[in-house]
């Protein structure tokens, strides 16, 4: 049963760029959430896709933006890249249907802006 | 800004003692859930709390909520150098659509 996957592992890019990155959930689930985790602090979140839609959305400006495709995979774009925007980026997939709600966290890509 | 905030915000024992790490959240939660992380890797989910339990027990974790004081705490008994790793509860906030709220985590260092 394969668990969440994301890639790519490792990014470097430079202020004012753009990037992609991606995410497909565990096998049976159908809600992808995106996290962003700055170093030495708890994950903070940003949004939060099902059936193709952004469902929930946290405080986190425009330049961020998401998608999910009909095999419930997803990706999350940053434009205009900052400094700021280094970090650890997990996905996590859930069953919206289920009552527990647990969300089941992939390895991450760690965003290095210069 | 977090909702939860984790205390101590780092702990240091020796393998064989026990571990204890609490957890403060500010509004009404359907659950809350631990999870572990290592090294800045993904986060492991560890165990989930709903919010009219009172303890949980999953191996060698004990985890206790009290919706009064909008608390809980994670017993690790008998840790092993394995266990070390930062902690973090995250809170699924009622209303808030299974969007999780986390702590600023616990780094706990078990020494061999």
């Known amino acids: 049963d394969a668990g969440v996957t994301q890639s790519p592992t490792h990014l470097i890019k430079t202020r004012g760029q753009q990037v992609t990155l991606r995410c497909s959930p565990k096998?049976?689930?159908?809600?992808v959430s995106w996290y962003q985790q700055a170093l030495g602090q708890g994950p903070q979140f940003i949004f939060q896709y099902y059936e193709e839609e952004e469902r929930q959305r946290g405080n986190f400006p425009d330049r961020f933006s998401g998608h999910q495709f009909p095999n419930y995979s997803s990706e999350l774009n940053v434009n205009a890249l900052l400094l700021g925007d280094s970090a650890l980026y997990l996905c996590?997939?859930?069953?919206?249907?289920?009552?527990?709600?647990?969300?089941?966290f992939g390895p991450g890509t760690r965003l290095t802006v210069l | 800004s977090q909702q939860g905030e984790e205390d101590p915000q780092a702990l240091s024992i020796q393998e064989g003692e026990n571990a204890t790490m609490n957890c403060s959240y500010k509004?009404?939660?359907?659950?809350l859930q631990w999870y572990r992380q290592n090294s800045g890797r993904g986060l492991v989910h560890l165990i989930l709390i709903r919010s009219n339990e009172r303890e949980k027990h999953s191996g060698r974790l004990r985890v206790t909520l009290d919706t009064s004081k909008k608390s809980s705490s994670l017993l690790i008994t008998a840790s092993r150098a394995a266990d070390t790793a930062s902690y973090f509860c995250a809170t699924d906030g009622i209303g808030a659509g299974n969007m999780l709220t986390f702590g600023g985590g616990t780094r706990l260092m078990v020494k061999p």
């Open positions: 996590a997939s859930s069953l919206v249907s289920a009552r527990a709600d647990t969300q089941y």
């Open positions: 509004t009404s939660i359907n659950n």
């Open positions: 096998s049976g689930h159908d809600t």
